[in-house]
């Protein structure tokens, strides 16, 4: 099976005379060598360029808040089962009285931790939420010097009211129309 | 008056690492102040104008020669431990051979009359122009013959090198 | 009248000195710009604007980084090894003439610290002492690679020492002198050398790789079998001592072959441009500094190119393919001059 065109038949024939010598060889590497020093060199200078990211990358995880900043997540663990790699680990917990402007359902997760390092990005958690709870964003997870630092938290993985991640891109068509059912008690605002 | 002072400490130099040679333990030592003995030779050499002398003396004795030599030093992994015991009759047989040919060495020198050297002033005494003319006219017959002498060495050396021919 | 001469020669030599140091330095970085270029990279350009203060780097990094020499050592040897190998790179540059004469109130002056009648001997024999540097350090530092590097540099310097010598007698024998002086005033009148001698320069340069360790005869320091070759037990500035040596004798070849092939600081028409003495040898000497540097980028070239050699076809092209060219050159030389001078009529 040929892949490309660019492969090549060798034979191991004996050489001529001006392949012994090598000098023409020799000059037409030096000539490839020099061809490419004209040509643009495909580096992006990361810190200050950055390659453009597609709307869909799959980057550092949020677990996403409702409009009244109410946490969507309920403990189900179907994003821990779902995990390839079982990064996640979390702690269930019965929302006592007057926790509900806190937390959206009756159970929530009194502890919730992603292991960076385990970590894949594969996105299976996301698909597996019932509650629109955890979405991969486009942020890229920092490095650090600590294994420890590399487990989240719920104060890293839980946004901010204040700056709130914004997920609309990574919901398809089909998820944007059933939002607008209102019937639904997931779709209910508060 | 500047030559004269050179003179004496390039002799000074090259007399003292000429005795270290003979008394430094480690041969790579050895072969090292050999390499500065010769330096201090070529400049002796330099003293009398001979410059052409003096930079093939560099060139073949400390460039070449020498480095084989401690190439060989490198390969051989000489220490102090290995060094076979010489018993004390070598040592007395030793000792007699080199009063020997110290006495030798002495009796010759004695005889040698000094020649005063009468180009001494002449700067282009030893300049590769007058040396060319000398080897390639008066003594052409003995040069060219050690130049067959030499070739009969390489093609021994070579004959050598090479394993037996069934 | 005496001491000026004294003092312009005292001035000449920290100038060439400097010049030769900075040239080094800056080399390091033309190294690695050259190979980021030919690569389709950027290379270093994060210290300064084009990452010009890279050597300034790198020179600092050196210095802070820990001296260190292996127990086993041999201490006095193993400092001497980088110092004789720095020596000898400085020692050649004293015989190169890096431009025409400067008149100075009403004196001329020489841009060459000295012009000795046995100038390419002189070469030579700094050129043969130079493997010290490299066999003292490798020995001395006990391990088997560095002995290997050592030995290796050794062998590969003896083989090419001959077939260079070889190559440069064909040189001398048409020029009729040893001194880089007249070799390049006999340029000046007439064409430049390689059109005599292309064979010869073609030896030569390999040769002048080989004798600079540079790739793709860069056996002594082959880091993928010998770790660093001669080098492998150095730290902080005594290794910076072996890397810059290298950078110098770099520049010190190129300048070699430029004097002796490529006409030195001559270049065509010098006379017809209608300048004065002082403005033409500047530019002389800008003209061959722009030689000098093609060759060290030709160097850089060549070693982000070829391969590098194993280490029986290294000692295969010295010994039976180069000595025989330069010998077969030789004998041609011969003829030819033979034919020019009628002896054979």
Redesign the interface.
Known sequence: MQLTNRSKQVADTKMTWLERIYLPG?FK??M???S??F?????I?YPEQKRPIAPLYRGQHVLKRDDAGAERCTACGLCAVACPAEAITMVAEERAKGDEKLYREEKYASSYEINMLRCIFCGLCEEACPKEAIFLTDRIVPSTFQRRDFIYGKDKLVEKMDQRIDVSLRQTNNLAEFKKNTSFAHNKTS | MITQYLFYFLTFVAIFCALLVVFSKNP?YSA?FL?VTFFATAGHYFLLNA??LA??H??VY???IM??F??VI??LNLNQEIEPHKSSLIKIAATLCGCVLGLVLVAALRETDVVAVSDYTNPGIG??EKLGNVLFGTYMVPFEISTVLFLSAMVGAVFLSKKTIH | MLSSEILYKIILILAVFAVTLVVAMWSTYAERKVA???????GP?RAGPFGILQPMADGLKMFMKEEFIPGQA?KQ?FVLGPCLAMLTALMTGVVIPWGGDLTIGGHAYKLQITD???GI??L??V???G??GI??GG?SSNNKYS?IG??RA??Q??SY?IAMGLALISLIMMTGT?SLGEIVGQQDAGFANIVYQPLGFLIFLICAFAETNRAPFDLPETESELIGGYHTEYSSMKLGFFLFAEYINMFISSALIATLYFGGYNFPFQHSLGLDGNMLSMLQTFVFFCKVFFFIFFYM??R???PRFRYDQLMNLGWKVLIPLAILNLFITGIVLGFRNGFFI
């Not at chain 3, 980021?36 to 950027?42: C, G």
């Open positions: 020799i590497g030096m490839i060598t020099l490419h020093a040509k643009k060199a495909p580096t200078q | 790579i090292l390499i410059q052409f930079a093939v560099i060139m400390a460039g070449a480095v084989l401690i190439y490198m390969m300049l590769i | 980021a270029v030919l690569q389709d990279r950027l350009n041999d040897l000795i009648n046995i001997l002189y030579l024999g050129v043969s002492v493997v010290y066999m003292i020995w002995l050592a030995l050794s062998s310097m003896i020492e040893l070239w060549v982000w190119t070829l």
